[in-house]
């Protein structure tokens, strides 16, 4: 069974920085793709930033210039550097792994960001 441990989320003022980490607890973990979406209330989870196991990204325009996603292989963890955050960032955010060619697509439980002054 996968596990997830994710941390970092929490209130933050707008303009502030939060750093999001997900420790996945799977073999193989460099060979996924890994990758952080968001759910706003009343809104479809959406994609944030991915990351290959090439190392190939990929960021939503919302966020492009703002946050930077990152893995450590060695550490089975994937992170997200959150920089100028705004009041639209708040969302849940999810961590997520897949593996396509497989049928693997497995989400962590979700962490709270909240931009609020």
């Known amino acids: 069974q996968v596990q997830f441990v994710e941390s970092g989320g929490g209130l933050v003022q707008p303009g502030g920085s939060l750093r999001l980490s997900c420790v996945v607890s799977?073999?193989?973990?460099?060979?996924?793709?890994t990758g952080w979406y968001r759910q706003a209330p009343g809104a479809q989870r959406q994609l944030v930033a991915s990351?290959?196991?090439?190392?190939?990204?990929n960021y939503a325009d919302s966020v492009k210039d703002r946050f930077t996603i990152s893995r450590d292989n060695a550490k089975n963890t994937v992170y997200l550097q959150m920089n100028s955050l705004k009041p639209e960032d708040t969302a849940v955010y999810y961590c997520?792994?897949?593996?396509?060619?497989?049928?693997?697509?497995?989400w962590g439980q979700g962490t709270q960001v909240t931009v609020s002054s």
């Open positions: 997520n792994v897949r593996r396509i060619v497989f049928g693997f697509n497995y």
């Open positions: 799977i073999s193989s973990f460099s060979s996924y793709v």
């Open positions: 990351i290959t196991s090439a190392g190939n990204l």
